[in-house]
Structure formats: structure tokens, C-alpha cells
């Protein structure tokens, strides 16, 4: 072999080295950033089940919130039926008090 074919070899050898060795790097950089986007989708999973979770929760209060105000409302109204007869009651009383009195 002459010498331009021997230099061309070891150019071509070290041309080849060195597309190995950025392809090395570039595959550990990509594995690094995998790992990485890895830990910030299950990062990422926990928060959205704490969000459902804290949602679910939620609802669950609301329903109950929603269940004791229809008890206060049924209270309320139960109350004020109570109030209509008691003061019909006292009026009717009035007027026989009234009508003894006039007696």
C-alpha cells in the first residue's frame, strides 16, 4: 500500500472513530433525557390522581352540602307551618278571650 492510500485509511478510520464516539454521546444524552421525561410523566400521573381524587372528594362534600340544605329548607318550611298554626291557634283564643269578655 502507498502512503496516500495508508493516510486515506487512518482518515477514514479516525473519521469513523469520531462518528462513533458523537453517535455514544448523542445515544447517552437521548438515554438521560428519556430517564428524565420518565420521572416527570409519573411526576405528572401523581398529580392528576391527587387531582381526581381531590375532585371526587369535592363532589362528595358538595352532594352533602346540597343534601343538608334541603334538610335546612324542609326544616324551614316544616317551621314555619308550625308558626301558621300556632298564631291561628293564639288568634282563635284571642277572640273567644274577647267574647267572654263581652259577656
Not at 316544616?78 to 263581652?102: A, F, H, P, T
Amino acid at each position: 500500500m502507498d502512503a496516500v492510500q495508508q493516510e486515506e485509511a487512518i482518515d477514514s478510520l479516525a473519521s469513523l472513530e469520531l462518528r462513533v464516539a458523537r453517535a455514544v454521546e448523542l445515544l447517552s444524552s437521548l438515554r438521560s433525557e428519556n430517564e428524565s421525561l420518565r420521572q416527570q410523566l409519573t411526576a405528572v400521573q401523581a398529580e392528576r390522581e391527587q387531582a381526581i381524587t381531590r375532585s371526587s372528594t369535592l363532589r362528595d362534600e358538595l352532594a352533602a352540602a346540597q343534601m343538608e340544605i334541603k334538610r335546612h329548607d324542609q326544616e324551614l318550611d316544616d317551621l314555619r307551618s308550625e308558626r301558621k298554626q300556632v298564631k291561628s291557634r293564639i288568634e282563635k283564643l284571642l277572640g273567644q278571650m274577647d267574647l267572654l269578655s263581652n259577656a
